[in-house]
């Protein structure tokens, strides 16, 4: 027995070829390779050839790149006093007798820490005591903006000069606002 589908799927293919035919000549007929013209129906004569349509024009503008803005860092208004209560905080701590305690540690930098870095400090925490140091000299100080918690973080290149040998090192500092002033909230050597 002779299933219908297959010779359906043959006429459904020959009907889909007709009327692709169909709108091939459609368009041939009415397009600009057609033999009459479409304002008065005539047949053109051999000396009165259709005429070629003329090739679309490209103009080129120039592409025009605007610079990119560059991100300065966002810094406080009172950038100057920051620096400055982080270059006490340095003299201070890097200035290290050689019987010197945490405790004395803790005082010299008190001024200039927050009540959380004093407390750490007591408590043993904080950034540690540094070596003695004979010598220290701030390089540079370089602000590198607000850190996402709205402190100053800022990175001092120091010299530290120990039995006779220099050492250069950078020192990060993320200062905080207290009582209206910069203060050293936390150290990382």
């Known amino acids: 027995m002779e299933r219908p589908l297959p010779r359906l799927s043959f006429v459904v293919g020959v009907l889909a070829l007709a009327g692709l ?11 600009s390779g057609g033999t009459r013209h479409a ?6 004569s051999a000396t009165n050839a259709p005429t070629p349509l003329p090739s679309p024009t490209v103009t080129a503008t120039p592409l025009s790149i605007a610079p990119v803005p560059t991100i300065a860092p966002e810094l406080p208004g009172d950038e100057a006093q920051a620096e400055a209560t982080a270059r006490q905080f340095l003299a201070a701590y890097l200035t290290a007798p050689a019987a010197d305690t945490p405790a004395l540690l803790q005082a010299r930098v008190r001024p200039f820490a927050t009540d959380r870095l ?27 903006g607000l850190a996402p918690d709205g402190r100053l973080v800022l ?35």
């Open 155 to 189: 990175v001092a290149n120091v010299s530290i000069t120990q039995s006779g040998v220099v050492m250069s090192r950078y020192v990060e500092l993320y200062l905080a606002r207290q009582l209206g002033a910069w203060r050293v909230d936390e150290v990382a050597l």
């Open 39 to 44: 304002s008065d129906g005539r047949t053109p």
């Open 118 to 144: 004093d407390k750490l400090m007591g408590q043993g925490g904080g950034p540690g005591s540094p070596s003695a140091a004979s010598k220290s000299t701030i390089n540079s100080i370089v602000s590198t």
């Open 21 to 31: 035919l169909a709108v091939l000549v459609h368009a041939s007929a009415n397009g």
